[in-house]
């Protein structure tokens, strides 16, 4: 068996690279793959975090390429999901304790007995991003409605495009809030997929429950009521293959929107 | 009437439903952003964009009467292919005496600043090609092309010209200058009935160059 290994990246840092390694990764194991997640964030670990599995962590990355341990001692196996296990990165060392040819070599050893192999990837663009790169054939680039993140982004797949193993590249719009799209006070969709005109895989809503998820340690795409969930969920099954269409993020139209619309055409009016 | 309209305004700020606050945040960000990013990809910094904007403004206005203020230079990504797209709203056409005159003060900006440089030209680099929108009848092309057919020195300012166009290329995608319909022709272009112009078409002129 030959599984595929995707990189989950962004370039800039806090847009939810973590959240969404952990969901998708969740919502694949959930649907009976074999799944390791590989956190390459060298010195700020937290995908351990958002699994909670903090606890469970004996061994991490760096010792598996120093030897102190094999590649399936260092797996930390998912509470609810055996089908999900978690590489942990070391948390008192530095992207240089491991380099391309190292994190490649294990990627290639783990998709030899798992389906997916996903790899967190640390935000920037040096060592830690060419790391968690060398092994993966697959891309999903993160970023959020906002011009920093987008500008970022546009430079990860710049840098994604350089690299010839990666023949996949795709886009995950998270924190989208679509009562700010509505106003015109954020970004569209379709303005962000025009402007890094790479194909859409996944629509985040901003979702509170993203925080009370990562508090209690347990991805939101366990939540069967949460929106972001369903969206997490939506986007194992389009890596999957299958045809979901995006969520419609519009929000049920109120009192006050129905107020705002008749102000909309009185001031055309006037 | 003040009255309604300060309550109007105090409602729609209230509702923040306003399209104009809306709209200007998010094209704001939209349009800084593509400008940014296409510096980013194609290495072109502000230094060079502002240079190539004001060396297209001195050729441009040796023809015609330029608002510069509102001179629009933007990128657009086609496909693979990166557009320079300007835009400039033209006040009003120079008569020939005028752009004799222009070109003449130009050539003798050039000698003093070329002095001791040889100034070559080269047919393909000078072309040039220059498009209105489709209802002008008047066509700013015929007097600058024949104007620049018969004047070499204004090869050689196009050279230069095409030399930014040229460095500019050097980077993996292609830049080239499209014309641009001005969406939004300000009022003097407007009210300015008596130009040698076409005056039914109230939009500004455009000007393109054939890809370098």
Do not use: W
């Not at chain 1, 840092?13 to 390791?36: E, F, P, Q, R």
């Not at chain 1, 569209?188 to 402007?195: N, P, Q």
């Not at chain 1, 990562?214 to 795409?221: A, R």
């Not at chain 2, 060079?48 to 990128?75: A, C, G, P, T």
């Amino acid at each position: 068996m030959t599984g595929r290994v995707i990189v989950i990246t962004s370039g800039k840092g806090g847009v939810g690279k973590t959240t969404t390694s952990a969901n998708i990764g969740t919502a694949l194991a959930k649907s009976g793959h074999k799944v390791v997640l590989i956190d390459t964030d060298l010195g700020l670990r937290n995908l351990d975090l958002l699994l909670g599995l903090e606890n469970r962590i004996v061994y991490t990355i760096v010792d598996v390429i120093e030897e102190r341990c094999k590649l399936k001692q260092a797996l930390v196996k998912d509470k609810k999901n055996p089908n999900l296990q978690l590489l942990a990165a070391a948390q008192t060392r530095d992207k240089t304790a491991v380099n391309a040819d190292q994190l490649k070599e294990i990627c290639d050893t783990l998709k030899e007995e798992n389906d997916f192999v996903l790899v967190d990837c640390p935000a920037g663009i040096e060592q830690g991003f060419q790391n968690a790169v060398a092994g993966a054939s697959e891309a999903v680039v993160v970023t959020t409605p906002e011009m920093s993140a987008i500008r970022d982004a546009d430079r990860i797949i710049g840098l994604l495009n350089t690299k010839e193993e990666i023949t996949s590249v795709k886009l995950l719009l998270n924190r989208v809030r679509p009562n700010l799209i509505k106003s015109n006070e954020m970004m569209s969709v379709d303005d962000v997929v025009g402007i890094l005109e790479i194909p859409l895989v996944g629509i985040i809503p901003e979702d509170t429950g993203i925080i009370t998820s990562t508090n209690k340690g347990e991805p939101i795409v366990n939540d069967e009521n949460a929106l972001a969930g369903k969206a997490y969920r939506n986007v194992a099954e389009r890596i999957l293959g299958e045809e979901v269409p995006f969520l419609d993020l519009d929000e049920p139209k109120g009192i006050m929107a129905k107020i705002k619309n008749a102000i909309a055409k009185l001031k055309v009016k006037v | 009437m003040s009255l309604f309209s300060d309550l109007y305004n105090t409602l729609t700020k209230f509702f923040r439903s306003t399209e104009e606050q809306g709209d200007a945040s998010k094209s704001v960000a939209t349009n800084r952003l593509k400008l940014v990013l296409m510096q980013d990809r194609t290495n072109l910094t502000p230094r060079i964009l502002e240079q190539m904007r004001s060396e297209l403004i001195d050729l441009l206005s040796r023809y015609v009467e330029l608002d510069k203020e509102l001179l629009d230079l933007n990128f657009e990504q086609e496909g693979d292919q990166v557009a320079l797209m300007l835009s400039i709203p033209v006040i009003r056409a120079k008569d020939e005496e005028e752009i004799d005159a222009a070109i003449r003060e130009h050539e003798e900006l050039l000698k003093v600043s070329m002095a001791g440089k040889e100034i070559e030209t080269s047919e393909e680099d000078s072309e040039e090609i220059i498009e209105e929108p489709e209802n002008s009848e008047e066509t700013v092309s015929e007097e600058i092309t024949n104007d620049s057919n018969s004047d070499e020195e204004e090869k050689a300012e196009s050279d230069k010209t095409d030399a930014i166009v040229k460095e500019l290329n050097e980077v993996p995608k292609i830049i080239k200058k499209k014309e641009k319909k001005e969406v939004s022709a300000p009022e003097e272009i407007i009210s300015n009935s008596g130009n040698p112009f076409k005056s039914d078409s109230n939009d500004a002129n455009m000007v393109e160059s054939s890809e370098g």
